[in-house]
Antibody, heavy 122, light 108 residues
């Protein structure tokens, strides 16, 4: 069974930084492409960014609202993906989900974590 | 950016009825369209990909159709567990994924 467990959320002031983590099990993590998706309170889903596997060069891509402020990285030895968030804004307040990318042929989000809440407020 | 528009915003139906949810893309996405279900207090889960292929374990009462810019998700006979919010997502322009704003399917 695939499990994705996020951690590290919390309250941070505007302009601050926070790193959230996602620990994976039940998958061959070294080959997995991973994404982050967020959901502001009472709102819909917004893709944040993606990291390819080491074999894919660990290439990262980001949505426009977070590009230059957020960084995704991975530690295959720990089967963990990270989302480093800098220069946080109140509009970054959301539940952040990590997901797996099912395949290159069908790059949809096959597995989701339970999410972690990040609140940006003074 | 490809914009995804879902309709209606809210759909009120009774158990046993047929539900049809719509999703429109601002430009063609081919068949690169997925549907996700999000139940209250839960994470989203994958229902349909490739516009019409059910994900593993998804009951046959869920079906997807369409291509290009017009898509639909049909639930043939609503069960109590189907009342949730449904999101469409295009991945034709991946990794620049975009989601629709969601359709809330509620019990009438």
């Amino acid at each position: 069974e695939v499990q994705l467990v996020e951690s590290g959320g919390g309250l941070v002031e505007p302009g601050g930084s926070l790193r959230v983590s996602c620990a994976a099990s039940g998958i061959k993590f070294i080959d997995a492409w991973m994404t982050w998706v967020r959901q502001a309170p009472g709102e819909g889903l917004e893709w944040v960014g993606r990291i390819k596997s080491k074999g894919g060069g660990e290439t990262t891509d980001y949505a426009a609202p977070v590009k230059g402020r957020f960084t995704i990285s991975r530690d295959d030895s720990q089967s963990t993906v990270y989302l480093q968030m800098n220069s946080l804004k109140p509009e970054d307040t959301a539940v952040y989900y990590c997901t797996t990318v099912s395949s290159v042929a069908n790059p949809v989000f096959g597995n989701w974590g339970q999410g972690v809440l990040v609140t940006v407020s003074s | 950016e490809i914009l995804m528009t879902q309709s209606p915003a809210t759909l009120s139906l009774s158990p046993g009825e047929r539900a049809t949810l719509s999703c429109r893309a601002s430009q063609s996405v081919g068949s690169n369209l997925a549907w996700y279900q999000q139940k209250p207090g839960q994470s989203p889960s994958l229902l349909i990909y490739g516009a019409s292929t059910r994900a593993t374990g998804i009951p046959a009462r869920f079906s997807g159709s369409g291509s290009g810019t017009e898509f639909s998700l049909t639930i043939s006979s609503l069960q109590s567990e189907d009342f949730a919010v449904y999101y469409c997502q295009q991945y034709n322009n991946w990794p620049m994924y975009t989601f629709g704003q969601g359709t809330k399917l509620e019990i009438k």
